[in-house]
């Protein structure tokens, strides 16, 4: 009898969810008929770590750089096999090779360093007419990736966002979303873009209803 009473409460819960979707839905709409909406804001404080984010980008390529330009300069090899023989300029080619290698490897740092802010969400709108939405960035130096708007049935994630866990029901401590990250995908791009579940959603629910989709 107890696992009946489990069912029936559940069934209910669900039932009220989905009535309360759709009532939010509904106003949504008409709010959304006025003016933008948003829908979705990272939490405080982001900016400080993304800055600090650039800054140890350029240092990394300050650095591989320098090293890079040593290498092209100073790098020496033995001029024949014996032990006391001279030490001379490694060949250009070899040199130039090195020094391309180092640099590649700190624009390889540095590239994914700026991805992370590239694709980190600060701010999700909802755009008057309710058939767009669009997604700001902490893109800096490209601002091609600084705003995005896709239509909104484009967007989908296979997470929820509503988990039940702490304050705001996003926590993912103590569930199956493992990551702090919701990931946000746009049909047709291979990169999703990341929503922190510490941000501060307008409706957990209501988000799970409009874009979540496990079978994209």
């Not at 559940?10 to 008929?33: E, G, N, R």
């Not at 991805?115 to 999700?124: A, G, H, S």
């Not at 996003?170 to 990931?183: E, L, N, P, R, Y």
């Not at 307008?202 to 799970?208: E, G």
Request: proline share 4%; charged share 20%.
């Amino acid at each position: 009898m107890p696992p009946i009473r489990q069912t029936q409460a559940y069934s209910t819960k669900t039932v009220f969810d989905k009535q309360s979707i759709q009532f939010l839905s509904k106003h949504l709409k008409q709010a959304l008929q006025k003016k933008d909406i948003v829908f979705y804001q990272a939490p405080p404080g982001v900016r400080r770590t993304f800055n600090w984010m650039y800054i140890s980008a350029g240092v990394q390529l300050m650095f591989w750089g320098n090293l890079a330009s040593l290498a092209y300069v100073a790098y020496a090899v033995k001029d024949g096999d014996t032990e006391d023989a001279p030490v001379v300029l490694a060949p250009q080619g070899k040199r130039i090779a090195i020094a391309g290698g180092l640099v590649g490897v700190g624009v390889a740092i540095a590239t994914v360093m700026c991805l992370y802010p590239w694709r980190y969400i600060d701010k999700l709108v909802l755009l008057k007419g309710g058939t767009t939405a669009r997604l700001m960035t902490h893109a800096r130096f490209a601002k091609s990736h600084q705003v995005k708007e896709y239509p909104i049935d484009q967007l989908y994630c296979k997470q929820k966002v509503f988990t039940g866990v702490g304050k705001n029901g996003t926590d993912a401590i103590g569930t199956k979303s493992s990551s702090s990250h919701i990931f946000l995908n746009a049909k047709g791009e291979k990169m999703a873009y990341m929503l922190d579940r510490k941000g501060t959603f307008m409706d957990s629910k209501l988000f799970d209803g409009l874009w979540y989709n496990n079978h994209q």
